[in-house]
């Protein structure tokens, strides 16, 4: 059973099409990157899915059914403008905000001290919020985000303003919930994030799904067939590559698309050639989102 | 619905744990302390024992004052001369003296020579010295002591007021027609406008810290309106709980000793619309505090727009002398059925009986029926507004928003 099903959902603010006929459907227990520019539709689309904005039209079932208050209570949200309260202590906010999703009392306590061990923050757990630093803050948000223990945790731009340090920890802590089993939705604008953690992802730009499916089934699609080569000498002759690109230390090759690369390879080395790279070329999902708006266009 | 009790609960703990709320609500009672050690301390001041024997010279020029020397403590002491009472002064053997000259009889003039800066002459010093020269006067041609007596103090009155019935109606002291009121009006304004502005406090941190995202991904807007209304209301129910409660105790311990505080007392019927006016008027403001803290995006621009709400509400307290005075006046009557001043002015009209019953019933219909209108309104503001940030939205737009919403 999916975990989202969002089928041609539509939202306009004013006229303008903020979110227009959009469909997908997040599996169970995968990263599933939400990608586009900014200003693309989103956030909408995430807050038509948190049911605090109604869509105009289109449909939306969340752990198999329409979103209710017991719903609520097994998403964990990490909106994109995101604060806390900054006079309450830090357990005050997790145990307030927790009680929010029904998770309350002693086991509320418990994963509040043992999510701030986690993140080595557990001496900090009676200061205000105002007291912490913005990084450390954002990761406090982060666990009032998981400490009610969610199935489906969405997460609007997690990394924004985040020091190379926290990244990793909250890549690590977002990799940590994949493995048990958590479906997570990832809405970022920067696509080396989706490549590097996404299973799945949607990409939008000016409201419409531009992109969807697999990470490496789109790659694959998009693989513009040539190699990255660097080697002591190039043989006079290749059979199936039908050009060559010298971009200073190595040359880009390009194939007839009925040469597979391992052939390349083989006959590389068959002709006692020394190769130090050998890279079949994938494009970067940037690469992938400019040609795919440029098409568009 | 449990929900909102969970936010119910933490507004609550939020407020109740505010340091300006805890300043106010121990100011009523700080302040009543502070005001009776005041009063006590300048009785005892004032009055360090019992009264001394006053020793007043005379200079009886005219002829006859020459009996009944002792009046209500006071000694007069003849001095043949001027001089030699002016000496016995400055000696400080008396503490003043006065001359009657030949002509009293026929001017009535005498004069009174002190060393004390006074503003006017002591009553008791006029009172003795009246006393004094009266029953001189009379000795000769009153014989009974008892008519001597009265012409000193003619008369005692009491006066009634009688009804159309011919009953004498309960007698109403200055204490109960003039200050009653105003305390309670003051009371009432300031825990109605304390718990409302910490609800619209509490509205825009949250919109400024933007927590209100996180908090809109587990609640519904109408549970969160819900939770803040009646959390902070609790809250402000609780003061005034305080504050009668302290002027009920501080009414029963002072009245033992401030005789002007004797027969003062609040009736419960009182105290039960107080209630009731206090929660139909809180809601009425929440309500409006809420739609208005939900449109700005911080909780400067809240507060600067919350003053046009205010404006209305504090009319009455500007018009306070004259609807205390005139309790009856048809001004009165349409500022109690006006739901934004109905609360304030009732407080004020209550406690002098001049309001009649269809006028509360109306008054409370009325205000009840704004209570639930502005809810719906609200909501529906509360809703579309939370997550807006920027430009502040023009009244057309927010008309529009509450219609469609």
New interface residues.
Partial sequence: MNVIEASHITKSFKGARAVDDISFSVGQGEIFGMVGPNGAGKTTTI?ML?D??KPDSGKISILGEAVK?ET??R?G???E??????K?TVTESLT??A????F?GGPARDRATKLLERVDMLQHKDKKIEELSRGMGQII?FI??ILHDPDLIVLDEPFAGLDPVNTELLKQLILELKGQGKSIILSTHMMNQVEELCDRFLMINKGQAVLYGSLAEIKSRFRNNSIFLECNRLPEELPGVIGSKNHGKYVELFLDGKTSPSEILAALVNGGISVDRFEVSTPSLNEIFIQVVKEGQ | MKKTLTILKHEFKQTLKRKSFIIMTLAVPLLLVLGYGIYQGVQHWYQPGEPEEIKIGYVDEAGGFDQYTSQLGITFIPYPSEEEAKDALLAKEVEEYFVIPTDYLSSGFITRYTLERERKVPAETWQGIEGFLLSNLLAGEVSSPEILDRAKTPMLMTSFQLDESGEIAPSQDEFTRYFLPIIFALLFVFALFFSSGFLLQSVTEEKENRVIEIILSSVSSRQLLAGKVLGLGAAGLLQIAVWLTAIRVFAEVASLNIPALSDFSISSSLLIWAVVYFILGYLLFAALYAGIGSLGSTAREGQSWSGIIVMPAILPMVLMSFIINNPESGLSTALTLFPLTAPITAMMRLPSDAVSAWEIAASLLILAGSVVLTMWAAAKVFRVFLLMYGKRPALREIVRYVREA
Avoid: D, F, H, V
């Avoid at chain 1, 403008?81 to 900054?86: I, N, S, T, V």
């Avoid at chain 1, 009680?99 to 029904?102: E, P, V």
């Fill in positions: 807050r948190m605090i904005i208050e609520k209570n998403i949200y990490l909106p403008e995101r604060g806390l309260y900054r309450i307030y905000l009680a929010l999703k029904n309350k948000q009032a985000t």
